[in-house]
Each structure stands twice: as C-alpha cells, then as structure tokens.
C-alpha cells in the first residue's frame, strides 16, 4: 500500500481504502515473533499465520493435521514479532464445521492468539458460519478456490475454476460470503481472467494466490519467498526473492516493492 508509517496500524478499513484507490496490498505468512517482526518491517500490509505451518514448520506433507492449539500458539508467536500489519490466523482443518464450534475457535485465534481476522478454506455452503462470526464481531477472510485442507479428497493440488461450471460457482461463492459478512476474499490457484471478474465485482479486496495480477493484493508463503520450500520443489506462482538479495530483509522488502508495484506475479506466476 505504500504507506509505512510504522506507527499507523494497518486496519480492515486501511486495506478497503488500498483497494478502492488501486494501491496494492503486500501480504506474507509468517510463523514466530522473528520473522513476523522482519515481514512487519519490510512493509508487509498483511500477517497470515496459515496453516501452511503444517508443511513448512512442522515437515507434514499436508495442512490437515495442524490442530487448534497450533494456530493459536504459532499466532500469539507472530502477534509479538507484529508492529504495522494487519494479524490473520487460519482456522484450521474441521475447526468451523458448526457455526458455534467456529465461533469458540475462532475466539481462541483472537483472545488467546492476538489475531485481528481469522481465514477460513469456505465455499457458498458454509456461508451460515461465516454470518455468525461476523454478527459477533469476528471479521472473517473467506478463502476461494484451491482448498488445501480437501487434499484427501482432491488428490492433487490443481488449479480450481479452469471449466465454466466451477468458474461460475466461485463468482457465486464469493458473492454469497460477501453478503454473509467477509471482510476480505482469498483466491487460492484460480485462472487469472477468472480472479480478474471476481476482483471487479466485489465489494471487499481480494487477495490473490495463484491468481493473476489484478487482484487487490497478493501474498506467499515465506519460505517459498526466501527460496527454502521443504522438498525444494516451490509452486510455480510463488518466487524466491533471495535471488539477487543477500538478506532476508532485502529479499523481503524486494517482495513488498514488486507486489506494491504491480511487478509480481509475472504471467509466468499465473494461470
Ligand atoms: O495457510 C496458508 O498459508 C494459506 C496461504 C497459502 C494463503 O492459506
């Protein structure tokens, strides 16, 4: 968003602002007090602690069995390193299967972990859960598209949305959270003119993974920005900004700059 002041907090109202006047929002994931506090002074718009940590913090070859206590300890890790950006935590595999369980966990993120959004792998039909937390007061990411936590019933992680019918159930999907109470969207591995559409209809910002240029925001996991994906093998959306950086802080700045900028994701980062 190209607005550093590190003693202005970044707010949900800050980022619909970005969004409205086309400034792009800088997102990474981040796991402990260290690297959220090297994201943070990169300049970093947004903090998700995901459940990535699964794979890349604790070796799984999934996110499924990363549990509660995880989320809200990795959190509360990342909310102490957190100066500027905005703190998001991921609920977790079969967290938010009734609206109350979801409301308890996602309770958990923001009093115990410090979290000021919680994310959730939702399509249309969990749109129930979704309108409880925000009549409570918990502002809510809903993530689209690639579910990560369905690994076992998908088999592979493909790029959702290619054949018109899925195509037209997301653009749905995203409509129906939206009036259900989301604060922000997440496009995880969808076609680029598809992320296009569903970017121009919303009413909130949306954040891209795998989703082309033109969405309100872009983030990565960290460890495929700094180059040490587990198995060596990064997806063909993220990239490794240590490339050409001999620090972790240049390599993160170098992310922050390219998103604010419009210069990442490249096509050949998209679908
Ligand atoms: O868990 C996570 O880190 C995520 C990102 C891939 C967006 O959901």
């Given at each position: 968003?190209?607005?550093?002041?590190?003693?202005?907090?970044v707010?949900?109202?800050?980022?619909?602002?970005?969004?409205?006047?086309?400034?792009?929002?800088?997102?990474?994931?981040?796991?402990?007090?260290?690297?959220?506090?090297?994201?943070?002074?990169?300049?970093?718009?947004?903090?998700?602690?995901g459940?990535?940590?699964?794979?890349?913090?604790?070796?799984?070859?999934?996110?499924?069995?990363?549990?509660?206590?995880?989320?809200?300890?990795?959190?509360?890790?990342?909310?102490?390193?957190?100066?500027?950006?905005?703190?998001?935590?991921?609920?977790?595999?079969?967290s938010?299967?009734?609206?109350?369980?979801?409301?308890?966990?996602?309770?958990?993120?923001?009093?115990?972990?410090?979290?000021e959004?919680?994310?959730?792998?939702?399509?249309?039909?969990?749109?129930?859960?979704?309108?409880?937390?925000?009549?409570?007061?918990?502002?809510v990411?809903?993530?689209?598209?690639?579910?990560?936590?369905?690994?076992?019933?998908?088999?592979?992680?493909?790029?959702?949305?290619?054949?018109?019918?899925?195509?037209?159930?997301?653009?749905?999907?995203?409509?129906?959270?939206?009036?259900?109470?989301?604060?922000?969207?997440?496009?995880?591995?969808?076609?680029?003119?598809?992320?296009?559409?569903?970017?121009?209809?919303?009413?909130?910002?949306?954040?891209?993974?795998?989703?082309?240029?033109?969405?309100?925001?872009q983030?990565?996991?960290?460890?495929?920005?700094?180059?040490?994906?587990?198995?060596?093998?990064?997806?063909?959306?993220?990239?490794?900004?240590?490339?050409?950086?001999?620090?972790?802080?240049?390599?993160?700045?170098?992310?922050?700059?390219?998103?604010?900028?419009?210069?990442?994701?490249t096509?050949?980062?998209?679908?």
């Amino acid at each position: 968003m190209n607005e550093t002041n590190p003693q202005k907090r970044v707010t949900l109202a800050e980022l619909r602002r970005a969004s409205r006047d086309g400034r792009k929002i800088a997102c990474l994931t981040a796991y402990d007090a260290a690297f959220s506090r090297l994201a943070d002074e990169a300049g970093v718009d947004l903090i998700l602690v995901g459940d990535t940590l699964g794979m890349v913090v604790q070796g799984e070859q999934t996110t499924t069995r990363v549990s509660m206590d995880d989320m809200v300890y990795h959190t509360r890790l990342a909310a102490a390193g957190r100066r500027r950006a905005l703190l998001m935590a991921d609920m977790p595999f079969l967290s938010f299967t009734h609206p109350e369980k979801a409301l308890l966990n996602a309770a958990r993120l923001i009093q115990e972990g410090g979290a000021e959004i919680v994310k959730l792998e939702a399509g249309g039909d969990q749109a129930a859960v979704i309108e409880h937390l925000s009549k409570q007061g918990v502002p809510v990411c809903a993530h689209l598209g690639l579910h990560p936590q369905f690994i076992h019933k998908l088999g592979a992680y493909r790029v959702q949305g290619r054949e018109p019918a899925v195509a037209e159930r997301l653009i749905r999907d995203a409509r129906t959270l939206e009036e259900a109470g989301a604060e922000l969207l997440l496009l995880e591995c969808v076609p680029a003119t598809l992320a296009r559409e569903i970017t121009r209809n919303a009413g909130i910002p949306v954040i891209g993974i795998g989703a082309g240029l033109d969405c309100d925001g872009q983030i990565l996991v960290l460890h495929d920005v700094l180059g040490i994906t587990p198995g060596g093998q990064p997806p063909r959306f993220s990239q490794n900004f240590m490339t050409g950086h001999d620090s972790v802080h240049g390599a993160l700045h170098a992310y922050v700059e390219a998103v604010h900028n419009s210069q990442f994701p490249t096509p050949d980062h998209s679908f």
